[in-house]
């Protein structure tokens, strides 16, 4: 049988900016939307990135220490459906860590594309989802999402009594992180004009 592999953009061993408690996250590369102002340009291109097995990288999860879960973004993950549906699987039943999950398409429209059959088997896996895409006139710090048209869905039990606190909280962290090349990666959802008013502070700095 052929392994499976799965496009990534970045992947980062631990923080906790996204998602409850610390967690591992894995950012696929290619997305087809071009929301204003995204958040990972560098994750829209379909070509760019790396191909990673998705043994390897279950290999990578399992030996970290600490995190009790995997947050899994983009680009957009359904592009690579079956990818994801493995790497989702995986996650549950070799690591048994719980699983959230980021898109810019709508549940509906995802339950329409995959069918509802399929869609029910797969989101039995996912703890946390979070859908829809980023706008950026409606990003009003909301935790856990880009702007506050995405929905928040709770699969499971796991962090349902949390409901209420996660999606009223207007408080977001971010953290940075240096890849593979040298290059400083952001970590987690800015507020709105971020980076504009951060291009601006470091040119002060060297003024």
Same mark, same amino acid.
């Not at 958040?39 to 829209?44: D, L, S, V, Y």
């Not at 990818?83 to 549950?92: C, D, F, N, T």
């Given at each position: 049988?052929?392994?499976?592999?799965?496009?990534?953009?970045?992947?980062?061993?631990?923080?906790?900016?996204?998602?409850?408690?610390?967690?591992?996250?894995?950012?696929?590369?290619?997305?087809?939307?071009?929301?204003?102002?995204?958040?990972?340009?560098?994750?829209?291109?379909?070509?760019?990135?790396?191909?990673?097995?998705?043994?390897?990288?279950?290999?990578?999860?399992?030996?970290?220490?600490?995190?009790?879960?995997?947050?899994?973004?983009?680009?957009?993950?359904?592009?690579?459906?079956?990818?994801?549906?493995?790497?989702?699987?995986?996650?549950?039943?070799?690591?048994?860590?719980?699983?959230?999950?980021?898109?810019? =398409?709508?549940?509906? #429209?995802?339950?329409?594309?995959?069918? $509802?059959?399929?869609?029910? /088997? +797969?989101?039995? &896996?996912? !703890?946390?989802?979070?859908?829809?895409?980023?706008?950026?006139?409606?990003?009003?710090?909301?935790?856990?999402?880009?702007?506050?048209?995405?929905?928040?869905?709770?699969?499971?039990?796991? =962090?349902?009594?949390? #409901?209420?606190?996660?999606?009223?909280? $207007?408080?977001?962290?971010? /953290? +940075?992180?240096? &890849?593979? !090349?040298?290059?400083?990666?952001?970590?987690?959802?800015?507020?709105?004009?971020?980076?504009?008013?951060?291009?601006?502070?470091?040119?002060?700095?060297?003024?």
């Amino acid at each position: 049988m052929e392994e499976k592999t799965i496009r990534l953009n970045h992947k980062l061993a631990s923080t906790k900016v996204l998602g409850p408690g610390n967690r591992y996250v894995i950012w696929t590369q290619g997305c087809l939307k071009r929301c204003r102002n995204c958040i990972n340009p560098a994750g829209q291109s379909l070509e760019g990135g790396y191909l990673v097995s998705i043994n390897s990288l279950m290999e990578e999860i399992r030996a970290q220490t600490g995190i009790n879960g995997v947050t899994i973004s983009g680009g957009e993950p359904f592009l690579q459906f079956d990818g994801l549906r493995e790497l989702v699987h995986q996650i549950k039943s070799a690591a048994d860590y719980d699983v959230m999950l980021y898109s810019g =398409y709508r549940l509906q #429209e995802i339950i329409d594309k995959i069918g $509802k059959a399929q869609a029910e /088997e +797969f989101f039995a &896996d996912v !703890d946390i989802f979070i859908d829809g895409s980023y706008r950026d006139e409606l990003n009003y710090g909301s935790l856990y999402r880009g702007s506050d048209n995405q929905q928040i869905y709770f699969f499971t039990d796991k =962090y349902k009594s949390f #409901e209420e606190e996660i999606v009223h909280t $207007k408080n977001r962290d971010i /953290e +940075f992180d240096i &890849d593979k !090349d040298g290059q400083i990666v952001m970590v987690g959802i800015p507020p709105q004009n971020f980076y504009q008013e951060f291009i601006n502070r470091i040119g002060e700095v060297k003024e």
